[in-house]
């Protein structure tokens, strides 16, 4: 007999269930019913889609007697945020190594991690790479020495028991729609970073909304990268749940043309995405994950890659806060 998700222990992280909004101004542009999930509104640590995952992570890390959590991600990092906001909530410690050089002022996640206490130790972005997992295992090797017990969480809690928190998403879903007595979404769509939410929300459609696709859109790598990454994920996520379901690199439908200029750099169409949304719904987008993700639904609905009439659900991430340190140029050209 298959596995729930309720059947993996669990921390209680989340203001949830989330709403969902209809957009109508957006939708009555677009021709499309677009309807977004409001994950930025999960509440803890400043909300955002990380929650979900790290109710997961975080059960695993306090099992294994955690005392240190280590994780990474880029400058502006929600997971990471989210990371030292858990340890403090659970009494632990909490190292991010982060990709960029040291800034002169705190902004945005940043100026969050540094009020969570957090140990932060900034690498040089070009040498990153090479440098993270090495980075994290010294980290975990002092925590050791000092006897204390490290757990190091993945890049974006990207791991096959971090993408139940969106197994459990597409369940919540389900629920919402059948209650409003809505028909299931044809598309769902959504930021692929690190690939765990996508893995996870793949796996839930799989399960429960079987005739709804799930689009990715990359803000940082290839779609090739991401395909082969996520379908891995989710093969191993479905296993967990005991699922006969195994998912190659071919079915991930991951959209890579809107990344812009790099990972946690703006993008034109992206800041023009959230100028849209702020002034037709009232809703904030982030430059680094939801702007660019709102890009790509407005331009597939343009170039009729998502059919007048269809429904979509977009799956709002969250990641305010790194609004701010992109003021200038999310108002460039925009001051009267």
């Given at each position: 007999?298959?596995?729930?998700?309720?059947?993996?222990?669990?921390?209680?992280?989340?203001?949830?269930?989330t709403p969902i909004d209809e957009l109508p101004?957006?939708?009555?542009?677009?021709?499309?019913?677009?309807?977004?999930?409001?994950?930025?509104?999960?509440?803890?640590?400043?909300?955002?889609?990380?929650?979900?995952?790290?109710?997961?992570?975080?059960?695993?890390?306090?099992?294994?007697?955690?005392?240190?959590?280590?994780?990474?991600?880029?400058?502006?990092?929600?997971?990471?945020?989210?990371?030292?906001?858990?340890?403090?909530?659970?009494?632990?410690?909490?190292?991010?190594?982060?990709?960029?050089?040291?800034?002169?002022?705190?902004?945005?996640?940043?100026?969050?991690?540094?009020?969570?206490?957090?140990?932060?130790?900034?690498?040089?972005?070009?040498?990153?790479?090479?440098?993270?997992?090495?980075?994290?295992?010294?980290?975990?090797?002092?925590?050791?020495?000092?006897?204390?017990?490290?757990?190091?969480?993945?890049?974006?809690?990207?791991?096959?028991?971090?993408?139940?928190?969106?197994?459990?998403?597409?369940?919540?879903?389900?629920?919402?729609?059948?209650?409003?007595?809505?028909?299931?979404?044809?598309?769902?769509?959504?930021?692929?970073?690190?690939?765990?939410?996508?893995?996870?929300?793949?796996?839930?459609?799989?399960?429960?909304?079987?005739?709804?696709?799930?689009?990715?859109?990359?803000?940082?790598?290839?779609?090739?990268?991401?395909?082969?990454?996520?379908?891995?994920?989710?093969?191993?996520?479905?296993?967990?749940?005991?699922?006969?379901?195994?998912?190659?690199?071919?079915?991930?439908?991951?959209?890579?043309?809107?990344?812009?200029?790099?990972?946690?750099?703006?993008?034109?169409?992206?800041?023009?995405?959230?100028?849209?949304?702020?002034?037709?719904?009232?809703?904030?987008?982030?430059?680094?994950?939801?702007?660019?993700?709102?890009?790509?639904?407005?331009?597939?609905?343009?170039?009729?890659?998502?059919?007048?009439?269809?429904?979509?659900?977009?799956?709002?991430?969250?990641?305010?806060?790194?609004?701010?340190?992109?003021?200038?140029?999310?108002?460039?050209?925009?001051?009267?």
């Amino acid at each position: 007999m298959a596995l729930s998700h309720e059947d993996f222990a669990r921390v209680e992280l989340g203001f949830l269930p989330t709403p969902i909004d209809e957009l109508p101004r957006l939708s009555a542009a677009l021709g499309v019913d677009v309807r977004m999930k409001r994950d930025d509104y999960t509440g803890f640590g400043g909300g955002g889609n990380k929650v979900r995952k790290l109710e997961y992570l975080l059960a695993e890390a306090r099992a294994a007697g955690a005392e240190v959590l280590i994780t990474t991600g880029g400058h502006q990092s929600n997971h990471a945020r989210m990371v030292a906001a858990a340890a403090r909530r659970f009494g632990l410690e909490a190292v991010l190594v982060l990709r960029g050089n040291a800034p002169q002022q705190r902004e945005g996640n940043l100026l969050l991690d540094e009020l969570f206490g957090a140990t932060i130790e900034y690498l040089d972005p070009q040498a990153y790479f090479e440098q993270v997992e090495p980075c994290m295992q010294a980290h975990a090797e002092r925590a050791r020495e000092q006897g204390k017990v490290p757990f190091i969480i993945p890049l974006g809690g990207a791991t096959p028991l971090g993408a139940l928190g969106y197994v459990r998403a597409v369940a919540e879903l389900a629920e919402q729609y059948a209650r409003m007595q809505w028909s299931p979404p044809d598309i769902v769509l959504a930021p692929a970073g690190s690939g765990g939410t996508l893995a996870g929300l793949i796996v839930g459609a799989r399960l429960y909304w079987p005739q709804t696709k799930v689009i990715g859109v990359s803000v940082s790598r290839d779609a090739a990268w991401f395909q082969s990454r996520i379908a891995a994920m989710a093969s191993d996520c479905a296993e967990l749940l005991e699922q006969p379901l195994r998912f190659a690199a071919e079915e991930i439908q991951v959209e890579d043309g809107y990344v812009g200029p790099g990972y946690g750099l703006p993008s034109d169409d992206g800041v023009e995405a959230i100028h849209r949304l702020a002034k037709d719904e009232g809703i904030l987008l982030d430059p680094v994950y939801t702007g660019k993700a709102m890009s790509a639904l407005i331009d597939l609905c343009a170039k009729g890659r998502i059919a007048q009439g269809q429904q979509v659900l977009f799956v709002h991430c969250g990641g305010s806060p790194a609004l701010y340190p992109f003021s200038e140029r999310l108002l460039e050209g925009r001051r009267q």
